[in-house]
C-alpha cells in the first residue's frame, strides 16, 4: 500500500531535549511538507521541500529544524529553541511542488513536560 | 494576500439533518478549492476539490461548489450520520505548492 507513515503515533520528552519526528512516503512524490497542528485550530506550516536536498521555511519554522536526503523521507527536527513544541505535527505530499492535491499522514503527538 | 474563511464550529446537528458548513475565500489568482476532513486523532484526508469555477466537487455524499461570483465553497450533505462527526478544512492552492487553510469547523452529529 502506497502512503504516508509518521512514527510514532505518540511521543513524550523533556523540556530542553531535542526530538525528530519521522517522516517517509512511498508515493514517490516530490515535494513534501511539515505543519503544526494545536487544539481546536487550524494547520500552519513549518517548512517544506520540493526536491531532494533543497527546503524552505513556512510560517513558523523557528525553532524546527529539517533534512531531505532521501526523496521518500522527510526528518522534522523540534529543537529545544521551540517555546511551545506541545502540538499535533502533520506530514504531507505531493506529486511535484505544482500539484494541488496532498497527501497526509497520520501524524504523531508531541508532549513536552 | 489569499485567505480562506469558515464558519466557526462546533456545528451539532441530529442524524438525517441536512449539513452547510460555509467556506468563503479571497484569492487574486484563479484558485481550486477543496475540503479536507479530519477524524479524531487522525490525518487529514482529501474530501472533494474543484479546480475552476462553476465545479462540483462530491464524494461520500457531500457536495461543494466552485462559485466565483460568491467566492464561495460551501460544503453540504442532504443527511448526516454520526460516522460524519469530524473536523472539516476548507482550503485554496493559486499558482504553487502552498495550501491556505481555514481554520476548520468541528461537526458534531447526535443519533
Known amino acids: 500500500d502506497g502512503g504516508i507513515t509518521q512514527s510514532p503515533k505518540y511521543l513524550f520528552r523533556k523540556e530542553g531535549q531535542n526530538v525528530t519526528l519521522s517522516c517517509e512516503q512511498n508515493?514517490?512524490?516530490?515535494?513534501m511538507y511539515w505543519y503544526r497542528q494545536d487544539p481546536g485550530q487550524g494547520l500552519r506550516l513549518i517548512y517544506y521541500?520540493?526536491?531532494?536536498?533543497?527546503?524552505q521555511k513556512g510560517d513558523i519554522a523557528e525553532g524546527y529544524s529539517v533534512s531531505r536526503e532521501k526523496k521518500e523521507s522527510f526528518p522534522l527536527t523540534v529543537t529545544s529553541a521551540q517555546k511551545n513544541p506541545t502540538a499535533f505535527y502533520l506530514c504531507?505530499?505531493?506529486?511535484?511542488?505544482?500539484?494541488?492535491?496532498?497527501?497526509f499522514g497520520p501524524g504523531t503527538r508531541l508532549t513536552v513536560t | 494576500g489569499d485567505s480562506v474563511t469558515q464558519m466557526e464550529g462546533p456545528v451539532t446537528l441530529s442524524e438525517e439533518a441536512f449539513l452547510t458548513i460555509n467556506c468563503t475565500y479571497t484569492?487574486?489568482?484563479?484558485?481550486?478549492l477543496f475540503w479536507y476532513v479530519q477524524y479524531p486523532g487522525e490525518g487529514l484526508q482529501l474530501l472533494l476539490k474543484?479546480?475552476?469555477a462553476d465545479d462540483k466537487g462530491s464524494n461520500k455524499g457531500f457536495e461543494a461548489t466552485y462559485r466565483k461570483e460568491t467566492t464561495s465553497f460551501h460544503l453540504e450533505k442532504g443527511s448526516v450520520q454520526v460516522s460524519d462527526s469530524a473536523v472539516y478544512f476548507c482550503a485554496l492552492t493559486v499558482l504553487d505548492y502552498q495550501l491556505i487553510w481555514g481554520a476548520g469547523t468541528k461537526l458534531i452529529i447526535k443519533p
Open positions: 484569492a487574486t489568482g484563479y484558485p481550486s
Open positions: 504531507a505530499s505531493s506529486i511535484t511542488s505544482g500539484s494541488n492535491e496532498q497527501y
Open positions: 521541500s520540493q526536491i531532494v536536498n533543497d527546503f
Open positions: 508515493l514517490n512524490h516530490d515535494a
Open positions: 474543484a479546480t475552476k
